[in-house]
């Protein structure tokens, strides 16, 4: 029993890219994570779309361990595009992101018009107005990146810890 437990827990099934409704006449639509790369997020959006509405979610990449990172939106952004093949259908495509997702969304638009892609909508909900916040946000290690999530989101005060 020990090694079936094991096997099960070094085979991940993890991938970035999450259909939770494959079926629907309707052009998918792709929502990716906000900053705690996370997209639960978007479930009661999906179930309120209906049935006929594809529906995919882009995770973060670092959920789990062993998983890269990327230095940058438009790398990040690339490796999503490159792990949606295969599984979102080709053709026109609408995207979504909520604050951080948002600019993902913006970032995945650009690159896919650039390989000819139809982007039928990009969809921004409450986007980061000022990217460099952002991108100094990727910039810190894990401690000092969860440090300013719960201080920004008010749970604790994440001032530095004595030794």
Known sequence: MAALIERHDSASDWHPVVAVNAAGSRVPLVCFHP????????????????????????????????????????????????AMRGVVPEGPVALAGW???????????????????????????????????????LRKDESDYLAALFDEMGMIDAGPCAR
Request: aromatic share 6%.
């Open 35 to 82: 900053v705690g790369g996370n997209v639960l997020c978007y479930r009661d959006l999906a179930e309120a779309l209906g049935p006929d509405q594809p529906v995919y979610m882009v995770q973060s990449y670092g959920l789990e361990e062993g998983q890269p990172l990327h230095a940058s939106v438009e790398a990040m952004t690339g490796a999503y595009l490159a």
């Open 99 to 137: 604050s951080f997702g948002g600019l993902l969304a913006w970032e995945a638009a650009c690159q896919l018009h650039r390989l000819g892609v139809d982007v039928r909508a990009v969809i921004v909900l409450d986007g980061v107005a000022v990217p460099d916040v952002v991108r100094e946000l």
